[in-house]
């Protein structure tokens, strides 16, 4: 069964450090997004990309965030000067059209210290 | 905004009890997804549904649109059924992202 892949699993960064977080969605889906799960809380909305361009985002997603998709095949999350607070879980999410499910990947841990 | 509020929150069961979560959203929406998050933190998806009823093997999920209301059951329940369960509204249009519910914890007893 196709899976939407993601790299690292884990990462540790440095306060203020730029961080890349990389996806690469199902091959024939068209609408990607990322989620942010924060240690025991509930999974949050960051961005949806469609059309290769930025569709929706959150209040979360100011303007330390960015996304990508730079070769049609990856979908990359940066942070630019990561802070202690953006330490959590990253989800990357795919799917084929709107009335279809999700694929998620299984998920970045981002730490900052 | 919509608002997801999922119960219980916990939930611990002997295995082969009958298991009901639930679920209940204050805006309308496309879709209920029913997701499945295992201690690992991956996430899968169980059910998208935006009318009456579905099933898959031992888990069946329900929705009723006029009272903004949904439920997740499994049957027989089992060990490996343990994990968090998690309902997230769809507003539909693609681009909307999901809002999540807190999950239930659910623990099965063998």
């Given at each position: 069964e196709p899976e939407v892949t993601q790299t690292p699993s884990h990462q540790v960064t440095q306060m203020g450090q730029e961080v890349i977080l990389r996806c690469v969605p199902?091959?024939?889906?068209?609408y990607f997004y990322w989620y942010r799960q924060i240690l025991g809380q509930k999974v949050e909305f960051l961005v949806s990309f469609y059309n290769n361009e930025i569709s929706e985002k959150s209040e979360?997603?100011?303007?330390q965030f960015s996304v990508e998709r730079?070769?049609?095949?990856n979908f990359t999350l940066k942070i630019r000067s990561t802070k202690l607070e953006d330490s959590a879980m990253y989800f990357c999410a795919s799917r084929k059209g709107q009335v279809y499910g999700y694929t998620f990947g299984s998920g970045t841990r981002l730490t900052v210290v | 905004k919509n608002e997801v509020e999922q119960s219980p929150q916990n939930l611990t069961a002997q295995e082969g009890e009958f298991i009901t979560i639930n679920c209940s959203y204050s805006v309308g929406i496309s879709a209920l997804h029913w997701l499945q998050q295992h201690p690992g933190g991956g996430i899968v998806s169980l059910f998208m549904l935006s009318s009456g009823k579905k099933k898959h093997g031992r888990l069946i999920a329900t929705i009723n649109i006029q009272e903004k209301h949904s439920s997740l059951h499994i049957t027989?329940?089992?060990?490996?059924?343990s994990a968090v369960y998690i309902c997230a509204a769809d507003s539909g249009g693609g681009a909307d992202g999901l809002t999540f519910g807190k999950g239930t914890h659910l623990i099965i007893q063998p």
């Open positions: 199902i091959s024939n889906h068209l979360i997603f100011d303007d730079p070769d049609g095949s | 027989a329940s089992h060990p490996r059924d």
